[in-house]
C-alpha cells in the first residue's frame, strides 16, 4: 500500500468518525424496515426481504404483492438493487457537504426520510450519513441495500406521491438510476481527492 493510498484511508476514517460523533455511545442503527407511505396509508416492507430479493432474485411477502401488483419482474428489481455505484469517499463527502451538494439531498429528503421526521434538520444528515457510511463499508462502492444497512434510522420512509412524481419525469427507474449513476458522476468517478 503506497503512502496516497494510506493518507486516502486515513482522511475517509476521519470523515466517518466525524459523521458518527453525534451518535457516540449509542449503538449502531441501521434500517430495518422501509416504509411506504401516501398520505395515511403506510406499509412497511422488512430490509431483509429486500436485501433476501437482491440476493437470490426470490420476491417474498408484501414485497412480492407490490412487484407483482406494479408489473415488475423480481428480476429486475434485483438488478436495480444490485446496481452499484462506484465514487472515491473523500471526494463524495465534500461534495455532499457544499450547497450543491445540500440542495441535491434536500430534494432527495423530500422522497426518502426517517419515519419519525421529514423535516429537513433530521433526514439531509440521515441521508449523508447512509451515504458515505454505505460508501465506507462497501470500500467505495455503494448499492441500494448497502444504503439501507447504512441508514442510521430503524425505518427509512419513501414519500410514494413524491417519488412517482420524480419516476414520470424519467423513463423508468432504471433509466433514473442510470442516470445518476452514469452520466453527471463521470466526472468524480475518475476525479483524484
Request: hydrophobic share 45%; glycine share 8%; with cysteine.
Amino acid at each position: 500500500m503506497t503512502s496516497a493510498d494510506r493518507r486516502r484511508r486515513c482522511v475517509a476514517a476521519v470523515a466517518a468518525m466525524g459523521l458518527g460523533l453525534g451518535t457516540l455511545g449509542t449503538p449502531a442503527i441501521a434500517a430495518e424496515d422501509v416504509a411506504l407511505v401516501s398520505g395515511a396509508f403506510r406499509r412497511s416492507i422488512p430490509v431483509k426481504d429486500i436485501e433476501h430479493l437482491a440476493n437470490t432474485g426470490e420476491a417474498v411477502g408484501l414485497l412480492k404483492n407490490l412487484l407483482d401488483f406494479s408489473g415488475q419482474t423480481p428480476e429486475d428489481f434485483s438488478e436495480l438493487l444490485n446496481k452499484e455505484i462506484t465514487l472515491p469517499l473523500v471526494l463524495t463527502s465534500r461534495l455532499i457537504n457544499t450547497r450543491i451538494g445540500e440542495a441535491i439531498i434536500r430534494r432527495v429528503a423530500k422522497i426518502l426520510y426517517p419515519i419519525s421526521s421529514d423535516k429537513a434538520s433530521v433526514s439531509v444528515p440521515a441521508i449523508r450519513a447512509g451515504v458515505i457510511n454505505g460508501l465506507h463499508a462497501g470500500d467505495g462502492s455503494l448499492n441500494a441495500v448497502g444504503f439501507l444497512k447504512a441508514y442510521p434510522n430503524r425505518t427509512l420512509a419513501i414519500n410514494v406521491p413524491a417519488l412517482t412524481a420524480v419516476i414520470e419525469k424519467g423513463e423508468s427507474i432504471a433509466g433514473l438510476v442510470n442516470f445518476f449513476s452514469d452520466s453527471p458522476l463521470d466526472g468524480l468517478k475518475e476525479s483524484q481527492p
